[in-house]
């Protein structure tokens, strides 16, 4: 998880040094059909969840398994979240957002195996979810509502004078969303791999071993509560964002 080097200067820390994406075969340039790294664990990703939600419900059992059981959880609690967030019109937009959730859930706690990448630590794997959200739900706001989709920015209820400054309010505000969306996310999730880094580079000083290994597993256990919160955060904010879209009148 950590590299140290020993100079004249004495420990030096290198924590951004396991963000570096790299191709898979050789040391040469990566370009965009590069098989490297961040394309490896998305892949592995994507593989950990079929196996809990096709081989793990493929008996369909009475009494579920293990497998099937965590799989029927993780669904109930997203399309509850769907429904009570957007409403039954979000309904059928369940399988986007579960599909996002299930990404951003398994690459973060995959992340946390020693030696691994995370994906989601990458502003340009988070920029297409979270841009991809946005655009996604301005489409589906103009063909459900129409021009009335442009209800979303105008505070009727408002005194008459601040309608129009709160209307621009609203327009920046609305396209900040995916930039907050998609940085929100790679920078909790860098920030908490950067601090393990540089904890499990402290540990090779016998002096400090014991603390560092101790601010390893308190930052590692705070890691799988903030790998759960984060994927939970960009799904919710994916349902109020789709919710405008479907009732966008204040």
């Known amino acids: 998880m950590a590299t140290e080097e020993h100079s004249e200067g004495g420990l030096v820390f290198h924590p951004l ?4 994406v790299k191709p898979l075969f050789g040391d040469g340039p990566v370009h965009w059909y590069t098989p ?5 664990w998305m892949a592995i990703a994507l593989l950990a969840i079929a196996a809990v939600f096709v081989l793990g419900s493929r008996g369909r059992a009475v009494v579920p398994t293990r497998l099937q059981s965590i799989g029927e959880l993780i669904y109930g609690f997203i399309y509850k979240m769907v429904e009570d967030v957007t409403g039954k019109d979000g309904v059928k937009y369940f399988p986007y957002i579960m599909t996002l959730f299930l990404f951003i859930l398994f690459s973060n706690y995959l992340a946390l195996i020693p030696m691994s990448y995370s994906p989601t630590s990458m502003i340009a794997v988070t920029a297409v979810l979270g841009f991809g959200v946005f655009i996604a739900v301005t489409i589906l706001g103009f063909v459900k509502n129409g021009p009335a989709f442009l209800g979303l920015f105008w505070m009727s209820d408002a005194p008459a004078i601040l309608r129009p400054i709160i209307a621009i309010i609203e327009v920046i505000s609305y396209f900040v969303r995916p930039v907050s969306h998609s940085i929100r996310l790679a920078g909790n999730i860098m920030a908490g791999h950067a601090v393990l880094k540089v904890f499990a ?3 090779a000083l016998t002096l400090v071993s014991p603390l560092a290994i101790f601010g390893i597993v308190a930052i590692y256990g705070l890691e799988i ?8 955060v960009f799904t919710i904010l994916t349902c109020v964002y789709l919710k405008d879209a479907l009732h966008p009148a204040h």
């Open 225 to 232: 509560l903030v790998c759960g919160i984060q994927a939970y």
């Open 17 to 20: 040094d396991q963000f570096i």
């Open 201 to 203: 580079g402290f540990a």
């Open 36 to 40: 490297t790294n961040v394309t490896l």
